[in-house]
């Protein structure tokens, strides 16, 4: 296991089969995005020391390849759900967290902290989505040249989580965005064109977003 000193990386192939690079460190602005143009993210508990992660294989989502189904697509012709991108983030971080309070959340004082942080300089952002006025879903991430990170995501209501990846993968697309960052694969994930690569094919085209 490494353990931070300096707040210099180790190379990707010291991680663990889980995943698991380096211990230690501080969640500075400048450290999470040195840790996210690396391939390298921070997920740990309160009760632990910083952990940062570099997984193989890596999950990601190429915007132009989102899976909008039959029904979904019915949904938002319906126009169900009205969106917003970087209104209320904070809410948004907050409602992340209380969607994972039962089952243990990364999500402490300190990474929301840091991400509100990167959300005043810019780097952090929020897609929300709204029914009837009232915020029933969304998600955040971390954008940095062509390249968008995503964190986590909320649902308060059927299918509003959905809407907002769509919406922000129809955004990036449009923004000439080249991919998602989806870090651990799931079956949500999975089942909206998200698919897993080799970490050094995810570290080449990461690269490359980025020189953007």
């Excluded at 690396?38 to 740990?44: D, E, K, L, R």
């Excluded at 890596?58 to 915007?63: A, D, E, G, M, N």
Aim: negative net charge.
């Amino acid at each position: 296991m490494f353990y931070l000193l300096e707040n210099k990386f180790p190379p990707l192939e010291y991680a663990d089969p889980n995943g698991l690079l380096a211990i230690g460190g501080i969640l500075s602005s400048p450290m999470i995005l040195n840790a996210y143009t690396n391939g390298i993210f921070p997920w740990y508990s309160e009760d632990e020391p910083i952990l940062w992660y570099s997984p193989n294989p890596r999950c990601v989502l190429f915007p132009k390849d989102v899976y909008v189904s039959k029904s979904m697509k019915q949904v938002l012709q319906r126009h169900t759900f009205d969106f917003t991108i970087n209104t209320c983030f904070e809410d948004v971080i907050e409602n992340c967290r209380k969607l994972r309070e039962d089952t243990g959340t990364w999500l402490g004082d300190d990474m929301i902290g840091a991400y509100t942080r990167l959300h005043n300089e810019g780097f952090a952002h929020s897609i929300e989505v709204w029914q009837n006025g009232k915020l029933v879903g969304g998600l955040y991430g971390l954008a940095i040249g062509k390249a968008f990170f995503g964190e986590s995501m909320f649902s308060l209501v059927s299918n509003s989580s959905k809407a907002a990846l769509i919406f922000l993968c129809t955004f990036l697309d449009e923004e000439g965005f080249e991919i998602i960052d989806c870090q651990v694969s799931n079956p949500h994930l999975l089942s909206m064109g998200a698919i897993e690569i080799d970490r050094d094919l995810f570290i080449k085209k990461l690269k490359e977003a980025i020189a953007h």
